[in-house]
């Protein structure tokens, strides 16, 4: 994540007094750095759940005011079409994993919270994981876990809205546990008609797994049509595929 932006003077300044709704056309971000929308504003469940719906989220350290990004292009998974290597498909074959869902939201976040290695500091300052704590709470937020001999090995969280999951962030601290848990979430969400997991922004990881990139505008509109946010979804228990 950057921590250097210019033509801040462009950016809009989101205020705790106004509509919580309120933020600038996507089209008005920044292209460098790029996606770059808005600064400021506190992470309350209904600024987030219209941040999100309009293909908008919160990415920033600690240290900063909150940053409002919407990159272009945006990456994003289709569920139907999971890359999933020989190796992967060899561990899946294996059976060694139980997958549930919400079964440990909070250690799941403080597992991606947690210092990476070769990182120097996170993006989910303790702000961002108590608003996801909340968003849970509320049945936006959702964690997929990965256990292995009862033991959390992997997982990911993120917001399902409709029919799109918001990813955000995964762990793993057995070989592959993240990228199972991605491969339950998707089966669940294909079998749900759910259109994407947004990945947000490109990384090799993700793409070696099928992500690809899709401009804004598109991604926008299809917001528009499956991302209803008074269609939650009451998910808990095991995951079969």
Not at 10 to 18: A, F, G, K, S
Not at 50 to 72: H, T
Not at 123 to 136: G, M, N, S
Not at 153 to 182: C, H, P, Q, T, W
């Amino acid at each position: 994540m950057t921590t250097v932006y210019k033509n801040s003077e462009q950016l809009y300044w989101v205020r705790d007094n106004i509509i919580s709704a309120e933020f600038p056309p996507v089209h008005n971000a920044l292209n460098d750095p790029d996606g770059l929308l808005a600064i400021g504003g506190s992470l309350n469940v209904e600024r987030l759940i219209n941040a999100y719906k309009q293909g908008i989220f919160p990415w920033y350290n600690e240290g900063q005011p909150v940053l409002w990004w919407s990159p272009d292009p945006r990456w994003v998974l289709d569920p139907r079409n999971i890359k999933i290597s020989r190796s992967l498909n060899k561990t899946l074959r294996k059976n060694i994993f139980k997958v549930t869902i919400n079964q440990a939201f909070e250690e799941v976040i403080s597992m991606c919270a947690s210092p990476r290695k070769d990182d120097n500091g996170t993006w989910i300052t303790p702000d961002l994981k108590a608003a996801f704590l909340e968003l849970h709470e509320y049945g936006y937020a959702h964690s997929i876990e990965c256990w292995h001999e009862d033991i959390l090995a992997g997982g990911l969280y993120g917001i399902a809205m409709d029919r799109i999951f918001f990813g955000e962030s995964m762990f793993s601290r057995v070989n592959d546990a993240s990228k199972i848990a991605l491969i339950y979430l998707a089966d669940m969400l294909n079998k749900r008609q759910f259109r994407y997991i947004d990945c947000q922004v490109y990384t090799r990881h993700l793409e070696s797994l099928g992500a690809f990139p899709i401009k804004r505008e598109k991604f926008v509109d299809i917001l528009n049509n499956c991302c209803n946010s008074s269609v939650l979804h009451e998910w808990n228990g095991v995951l079969e595929l």
